[in-house]
């Protein structure tokens, strides 16, 4: 039996992201079986700030896959400890920019707030993805599930 063909995973990281930050990124991915790519942006010179800290894109259905499937092992608790651990300046009143996982080929996104909760975690593993198609999917709290509100409207 063959192994499963590697996830590319391009890693976009902002240049706030400390290079310690960016390896426990590369080492979660390539324990859960993908190939990182790294890029990091330069420092911007325009008025608004990036929205989100870290974009990895890969192909997502795949990944939640890998991550279901390796729920119980190390390499996900690394990547929830990556994803947890990256320092996020910012001004107090401010939310920290979160981390976003982007699908290249349908351009779908999920938006990984700073302050996730396990559950959140939990119930990615569990989205079908094949039900949004504008997104950004946001973790709901009050819900306890994923939802994207322009998909949501989109229905009505």
């Keep these: 039996m063959t192994e ?26 390539s324990a859960l079986g993908a190939t990182p790519s790294v890029r990091v942006l330069p420092p911007r010179r325009v008025a608004e700030p ?3 800290l870290v974009l ?3 192909p997502l259905q795949g990944f939640l896959k ?9 390499g996900y608790r690394q990547l929830q400890k990556a994803f947890r651990s ?20 349908t351009g779908l996104r999920i938006i990984l707030d700073h302050d996730l909760p396990d559950e959140g975690y939990q ?8 039900q949004y ?13 994923w939802r994207s509100a322009p ?3 989109q229905l009505r």
């Excluded at 976009?12 to 990124?25: F, K, P, T, Y």
């Excluded at 890998?66 to 190390?74: H, V, Y």
């Excluded at 320092?87 to 080929?105: E, G, I, K, N």
Aim: glycine share 2%.
């Design 86 to 105: 990256l320092r996020r300046p910012t001004a107090a009143a401010v939310p920290p920019p979160p981390v976003v996982l982007q699908d290249p080929a």
């Design 133 to 145: 198609h504008l997104g950004p999917l946001h973790y709901d709290r009050a819900q306890g599930r």
């Design 56 to 58: 990895i894109a890969l």
């Design 50 to 52: 990036l929205t989100w």
């Design 66 to 74: 890998t991550l279901a499937d390796k729920a119980a092992e190390d």
């Design 4 to 29: 499963p063909e590697s996830l590319r995973a391009d890693l976009i990281v902002s240049h706030q992201v400390a290079r310690d930050e960016e390896e426990l990124l590369t080492t979660a991915l």
């Design 151 to 153: 998909d949501e409207a």
């Design 123 to 130: 119930e990615l593993l569990a989205v079908d993805l094949s």
